[in-house]
């Protein structure tokens, strides 16, 4: 696993050993490098914690011995105790405060590292993997790393290095009293690693089902309507209570470990202190130590015992944060989207695939090598039957994929040697599933050139014919207020105002009636007007004023020519046409 947030890897594998909890631990510190000076400060008080509390704990000791003897108290500690204590509150809740600080800056550093590789995960590993898993893994499993970590670094850490203090302080005034004391630790210490040890795979298996439970609960909220139309909710629910049955198990089998555990911490904490009332009185009566050194390490015993007690919970936090940020990791080691070449500007005006060859993932291939040029200005047309290769052919050209073989020259420039989002300036594109943000019509038209003013928004607006649409207007999630055809439009208002010199369509009016389809269909012709635009086409009685007209036929261009001239042509694209036809004329009828 990297060490750094960059990321390698091009394809996590499910059954490759997970990273070590140290690799894991060494990441995270290394991902939050820039806040580990809080955590040192952090350290730093906790030492100074446990400094005081030693000295204190000497004083202590002086005040009871000379108590014992004398029948006075001494002044002098007893200032210094009180001292002491002045500078021992303000130094825990620092201790305390810092580390909980680190752990909240943490988090909010993963999330927005995490948004930051969500957002450029390649295209393809995104295909390859349901969304729910990879929003389990940046919400959920980022949860569950701030929860398991914050006590740790606030509370647990802290505790450790006042423990670790403690026991010198303790050793100091009687070796013998505070081994004696320890004596089982071991013990209970190895049966707590082994009980916690499968820990880390159970609580991976629940967040993996989890994920799995987020994703059919997408599902049914995405594709509302048609889960009540054809009554999926069954099915979808007994997909989800699978998938939660799962993290069920697996959760109830990893608090099994915990709880296991947690008679053990107990018998930790309090048998040392047993032992050492018994011993120390013994060793006292041997004159091996005073009253004042028993009472010091019965006191210091509290501070040893702690975290000694807390090791099973500390332990299952950090096998949780490890499942967790295993996951985590894993996700930042997908492939990212290639950022590209160092091309930012037009070099011409042509657009050109040579022997373009193109499969997703090791399929066969989906573009058989086609080849085919657009002019500045020109307008052409992609047809041809379903799954013929068109709407590929289009996501290419935005380089959300990748050709294998032949060359594709966007502007003058190949297309790897674009600087991918420079690319994507010159690009507009409106697809037949109009994806809009939750917000108002001013939002999402927006969206095409942040910098555009009220009145460029309006025009675009109004060239769009939403002139009817106030712009403050709420469209709601997805455009869920709008019709269909009005989100059509609001996605064309989007492609306007962003006026880039190339239009990419994909089937825009597909999904409209007829009136809806004239509406759009006019606003279409003003986004087209002075631009080059590819148009990916379904009703082909729309091309009579297209340019070019290319054919596709599983993967490669089998037809090529203005309408008439493929009519003349009777071959597929006639053949289409001629069935669209009849398909209109029995609908009249
Ligand atoms: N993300 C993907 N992963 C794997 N295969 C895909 C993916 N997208 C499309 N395909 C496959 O690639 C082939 C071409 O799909 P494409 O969407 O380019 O066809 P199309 O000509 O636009 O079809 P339609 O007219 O039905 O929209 C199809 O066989 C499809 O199943």
Redesign the pocket.
């Known amino acids: 696993m990297n060490v750094s947030h960059g990321r390698s890897k091009p394809e996590t594998n499910q059954h490759e050993t997970p990273p070590s909890l140290m690799q894991v631990m060494r990441r995270y510190f290394t991902v939050n490098k820039k806040y580990t000076s809080i955590l040192v400060s952090a350290i730093l008080f906790s030492l100074l914690t446990s400094a005081v509390l030693s000295l204190m704990t000497q004083s202590f000791h002086a005040i009871i011995d000379q108590f014992g003897t004398s029948g006075t108290i001494v002044n002098k500690q007893t200032a210094f105790l009180l001292l002491a204590l002045m500078v021992f509150i303000p130094s825990q809740y620092l201790q305390q405060f810092l580390g909980m600080k680190y752990s909240e800056l943490c988090d909010r550093n993963l999330r927005n590292t995490n948004f930051a590789i969500v957002s450029g995960i390649d295209?393809?590993l995104q295909?390859?993997h349901n969304s729910g898993d990879i929003l389990s893994r940046a919400n959920s499993d980022l949860v569950q790393i701030n929860e398991s970590l914050q006590n740790y670094f606030s509370v647990k850490l802290p505790q450790q290095i006042i423990g670790i203090v403690a026991l010198a302080a303790s050793l100091f005034i009687s070796w013998q009293l505070t081994l004696f004391s320890l004596a089982i630790v071991p013990l209970i210490a190895f049966l707590q690693v082994r009980i916690s040890a499968p820990l880390t795979r159970f609580v991976h298996q629940r967040q993996q089902a989890a994920g799995e439970s987020l994703s059919v609960a997408n599902h049914l909220m995405g594709g509302y309507e048609i889960a009540k139309a054809y009554k999926l909710g069954d099915l979808l629910r007994q997909r989800y209570e699978a998938a939660v049955d799962r993290a069920a198990d697996s959760g109830i089998e990893a608090n099994r470990a915990t709880i296991l555990l947690a008679p053990l911490s107990q018998v930790l904490l309090f048998l040392p202190q047993i032992i050492i009332c018994g011993f120390g009185v013994y060793l006292a009566s041997i004159h091996q130590i005073t009253s004042g050194g028993v009472m010091s390490v019965i006191i210091l015993s509290v501070f040893i015992g702690n975290p000694i007690g807390d090791l099973s919970s500390v332990l299952s936090a950090f096998k949780t944060a490890r499942g967790c940020a295993t996951r985590v990791f894993e996700l930042w080691d997908w492939s990212p989207e290639p950022t590209g070449g160092t091309a930012t500007r037009p070099a011409n005006d042509l657009i050109r695939l040579s022997d373009v060859v193109f499969?997703?993932?090791d399929?066969s291939p989906?573009?058989r090598g086609i080849s085919f040029a657009v002019n500045r200005g020109e307008h052409i047309a992609?047809v041809?039957?379903?799954?013929?290769?068109?709407?590929?052919?289009?996501?290419l050209l935005m380089a959300l994929?990748h050709k294998q073989e032949g060359d594709i020259e966007i502007f003058g420039h190949a297309v790897e040697d674009w600087a991918t989002d420079a690319l994507r300036e010159h690009i507009s594109y409106v697809g037949?599933d109009t994806y809009l943000f939750a917000g108002t019509l001013r939002d999402n038209v927006a969206m095409g050139n942040q910098s555009a003013t009220d009145a460029q928004i309006q025009a675009v607006i109004d060239a769009a014919l939403l002139q009817d649409i106030d712009m403050k207007r709420d469209i709601g999630e997805r455009g869920m207020h709008l019709s269909g055809g009005q989100r059509q439009r609001v996605a064309i208002a989007r492609a306007m105002l962003k006026d880039a010199p190339l239009l990419l369509l994909?089937?825009p009016t597909s999904a409209l009636d007829t009136q809806s389809e004239a509406m759009v269909s006019e606003t279409l012709r003003r986004l087209m007007d002075g631009r080059t635009v590819i148009i990916?086409a379904?009703r082909l009685s729309a091309l009579r004023h297209i340019d070019r007209v290319l054919c596709?036929h599983d993967?490669q261009i089998v037809e090529s020519g203005t309408h008439e001239q493929l009519m003349a042509l009777q071959g597929i694209y006639y053949r289409l046409y001629k069935s669209q036809e009849a398909d209109k004329d029995e609908n009249c009828d």
Do not use: M, P, R
């Open positions: 295209k393809q295909d390859d499969s997703y993932g399929q989906v573009l992609l041809g039957t379903s799954g013929s290769g068109k709407s590929t052919a289009i996501k994929y037949q994909d089937e990916i379904h596709l993967g």
